[in-house]
């Protein structure tokens, strides 16, 4: 049995551990698609052209180095403008989405695009402040040299290009619950995207 849940939203919005915690909970797969993009973005700060990039990204690829820097998060939401590159890494997504036992795709088009029918839409946002601090926070930790002014623009003109691009921007689905993390713990985030989930499950018996 399939059973996909879509967890969409801005940067540091927290959808990455929430995605990972329901993933644990219920057992299921999870694609943190924003990797791909990161992947394509760091080979195209590398010199490579971004859609033969995303025509050749491999699972090593994904496995080599941090991609989780602020150069490479920029990049990242260039290429991810390009529709070839958003195409090149369609099938991938679809078939991890359909894989038997469940799984949570999040970024900013799996409600939208990626899988539509998905049977829980989730869209999970907060503030770009609480967002920024979050981000900062964690780059921070890691020895990255930012400052707070830094990733607040940062994380908004990011916001800006994810939300405004004309292929597959970034937007709550229709069906799509809202889940704003601004002024929840991620035990309570996480809590809330766990009740609704488990409302959806089909009833085993
Ligand atoms: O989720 P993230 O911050 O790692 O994503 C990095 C960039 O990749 C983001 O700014 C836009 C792009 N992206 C996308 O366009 N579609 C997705 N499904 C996931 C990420």
């Keep these: ?11 540091a919005a927290g959808k990455g551990t929430i995605s990972k915690g329901v993933a644990a909970h219920f057992g ?33 690829e994904l496995a080599r180095g941090d991609l989780r820097t602020a150069e490479i998060a920029q990049s990242a939401s260039k290429v991810a403008v390009i529709p070839e590159v958003r195409a090149a890494l369609i099938d991938f997504q679809r078939s991890f989405a359909c894989r038997a036992g469940g799984a949570v795709l999040d970024g900013r088009d ?7 029918n998905a049977e829980v839409k989730l869209f999970v946002t907060a503030s770009s ?61 996480l809590a809330k995207a766990v009740a609704f989930i488990a409302e959806k499950l089909p009833a085993t018996s």
Excluded: N, W
Aim: glycine share 6%; aromatic share 4%; hydrophobic share 45%.
């Design 110 to 116: 799996i409600g939208t695009v990626i899988c539509p």
């Design 28 to 60: 299921f797969a999870h694609l943190d698609t924003g990797l791909l993009y990161r992947a394509v973005g760091r080979r195209t700060l590398e010199g490579m052209a971004p859609i033969a990039a995303a025509k050749a990204l491999t699972a090593e």
């Design 129 to 189: 402040e609480v967002r920024a601090e979050r981000r900062y926070l964690e780059l921070s930790a890691k020895g990255a040299d930012v400052t707070p002014d830094q990733v607040l623009t940062d994380v908004r003109e990011r916001d800006v290009r994810d939300a405004e691009r004309s292929t597959a921007p970034m937007k709550p689905a229709d069906d799509a619950v809202l889940l704003d993390t601004s002024d929840l713990s991620i035990e309570d985030a």
């Design 1 to 11: 049995m399939s059973f996909t849940v879509a967890i969409d939203g801005p940067a």
